[in-house]
């Protein structure tokens, strides 16, 4: 091999372990924690596609930990998927899904398609026939696979678009959990896109559905479609399949005895996942910067973020499996 080659090759591998080791040097464990271990029973063994199972596997920390191994179906078994887009400006709620803007959930009826260009002040918006108010939307898989996409051409332009779970119905999703969380002193934050270093998805349902990162709304508004999610905060990716990216409170949840909010699933390190709001609806006051805090009788946990933000947590507070 060519000396020049050699050092070059040699020096990028050099950055690249101190790169790792220096994210891993950040990733002090917190010993102080109040820690409890994942329980695998909690989950509907109807949305996975085979039983869950321990291996073993490195955390971002470096520590290698007995994980669990889910399979998702990326199908709930405990509630319907969609409807999403309604066909007339003249439907209800109940044929259209909900649309998250501002912080608000708003329902998605015909009401709402017939006045977008008014909700985003922008005349371009024209997402109906004017003659007979029948709703411009995806019909196809083909459609579904040209719309919902960053890079949608001019012809999907004002399309409501709605892929189907029958175009999906072949993608399973793999997360590993640690059996035992591992809290850190310090945050892990969420990838942002290509070229960032950490995860994107923030945890799973006890449904197996997947809690995902941010939808992409700019990406999506931008090319004039939109793309509702259903009452439960998820909707179709056809590279993913069926994800949530807000909390309805339609999925599998767990009540807990002291009135705490009840538990919705886990995040990918582990920890647990509770609804935003008290059994009485109060917020809890004393969150960190990852929307977690910590009792006696959950340990440390996270409680979800208001279903119109778009978002779940805000990072992981435990090392995740790389």
């Not at 990028?12 to 101190?18: D, S, V």
């Not at 969609?82 to 003249?90: A, E, L, T, V, Y």
């Not at 026939?129 to 012809?155: F, H, M, Y």
């Not at 705490?260 to 109060?282: N, W």
Request: include cysteine; proline fraction near 5%; aromatic fraction near 10%.
């Amino acid at each position: 091999m060519n000396k020049s080659l050699m050092f070059h090759l040699s020096h990028f591998i050099l950055i690249l372990l101190l790169a790792s080791s220096c994210s891993k040097s950040n990733q002090t464990i917190d010993t102080t924690a109040i820690v409890f271990k994942v329980d695998s029973s909690k989950f509907l063994v109807a949305g996975l596609s085979e039983p869950i199972s321990i291996v073993s596997k490195t955390l971002s920390n470096g520590s290698t930990v007995d994980c669990y191994k889910i399979v998702s179906k990326s199908t709930p078994s405990d509630h319907n998927m969609g409807p999403w887009c309604p066909s007339n400006i003249s439907d209800d709620k109940t044929k259209g899904g909900i649309w998250l803007e501002g912080g608000n959930v708003y329902d998605v009826d015909g009401a709402f398609i017939k006045n977008l260009a008014t909700f985003y002040n922008n005349t371009t918006w024209q997402m109906y026939n004017t003659s007979n108010g029948a709703i411009t939307k995806t019909l196809t898989q083909a459609d579904c696979q040209a719309a919902a996409n960053p890079n949608v051409g001019a012809a999907y332009k004002n399309y409501c678009v709605e892929c189907l779970p029958s175009y999906v119905s072949s993608i399973t999703r793999t997360l590993y959990i640690p059996v035992t969380p591992v809290k850190l002193t310090s945050p892990i934050s969420f990838g942002g896109g290509p070229g960032s270093s950490g995860p994107g998805v923030r945890g799973i349902a006890f449904n197996g559905v997947v809690f995902d990162a941010p939808a992409p709304v700019n990406a999506i508004l931008g090319a004039y479609t939109l793309a509702p999610f259903d009452d439960a905060g998820g909707h179709i990716n056809m590279a993913v399949g069926y994800h949530y990216h807000a909390a309805t409170g339609l999925s599998k949840k767990i009540p807990q005895a002291d009135g705490h909010a009840a538990m919705i699933g886990y995040a990918l390190d582990g920890f647990g996942l509770y609804e935003r709001l008290s059994a009485s609806g109060t917020e809890y006051t004393d969150l960190d910067a990852s929307r977690g805090h910590s009792d006696a009788a959950r340990g440390y946990h996270y409680h979800v973020d208001k279903a119109g933000a778009n978002n779940f947590i805000n990072s992981l507070a435990g090392a995740y499996a790389n």
